[in-house]
């Protein structure tokens, strides 16, 4: 459905969104998301070049949000990578189908509607404030490391570690 | 979205849901779907191995559908080329998410049901006989060479080529 490297490149911004006043260097990306590092890097690249993160290179450097994870939705980070594109004329070039598109190609292009609709509805603050279950990518040992609980609403006083390490 | 391989499947089992009593050769198919033909003869070698077509080596041979186009649907092509598949546990595979999935996951989940269940709700008879538009694939030339309109309930008496060419 998706293609691999725009599903590895919502998991990298669902780990930044969990950071956003932080620059995250990509190997700790790559070691949060499970992607290999240099193929992380490639999709940064993309990510930034869609002006949706931004980076500082050297000691310290590393890769942010360019903006508040409420203004940027999964819609965004997917078109960065692979946009998912309507059908608006009959892909074989035939003269007589044009705009209005056969049986065949309006329904990848309902689909293809769907996905827009879905991806379009949700955003990356919506994933890391969501209460139904765990939290974006996070295991135990890395919610430790990256110290959410100091980002998320169900904080509690007294509660797991410092909100930065 | 799909694969340009899956579309390509498509394309093959509408062109192929058009003739349902004739073997149609890899040639006139490749022809009208517009895939190269070296290309198509591997797509269609995948539907025939899922059993959706029926094949006939030699001169007079060609591939018909498997089984009627009221009992072939959209996601049995899809997914005999590349299965849209749910996700039902963690990709990441942290113990800690198991089949409850993170907020990423879950909603990537969401997106392939929704996918599903719209594929899985359209047979390759519903394409070819949708009042709606016009027929899958064909272009004017296209539809009178397949001589369609021997197959379609739109067909009137006296009106265009013989049934079979």
């Known amino acids: 459905m998706l293609s691999q490297t725009a599903e590895y490149a919502l998991r990298a911004m669902a780990c930044l969104a969990l950071r956003p006043d932080e620059l995250v260097a990509t190997s700790v990306l790559a070691e949060q998301t499970k992607v290999p590092n240099d193929y992380l890097a490639k999709v940064l690249q993309h990510l930034s070049s869609a002006d949706l993160i931004q980076g500082r290179r050297g000691v310290g450097g590393g890769y942010r949000l360019a903006r508040p994870a409420t203004t940027i939705n999964l819609l965004d980070v997917i078109n960065a990578i692979d946009a998912i594109k309507r059908i608006e004329s009959c892909p074989l070039g035939l003269p007589n189908h044009g705009p209005m598109l056969c049986p065949v190609h309006r329904r990848l292009d309902q689909a293809a509607a769907a996905l827009i609709e879905l991806f379009n509805g949700v955003t990356l603050h ?35 570690p410092a909100p930065k390490a």
């Not at 139904?132 to 797991?160: F, Q, V, W, Y």
Request: proline letters at 9%; aromatic letters at 0%; charged letters at 30%.
């Open 126 to 160: 919506d994933l890391i404030a969501d209460p139904m279950s765990s939290k974006p990518l996070c295991d135990a040992k890395a919610t430790a490391k990256l110290g959410i609980e100091g980002t998320l609403s169900d904080r509690r006083p007294g509660k797991g």
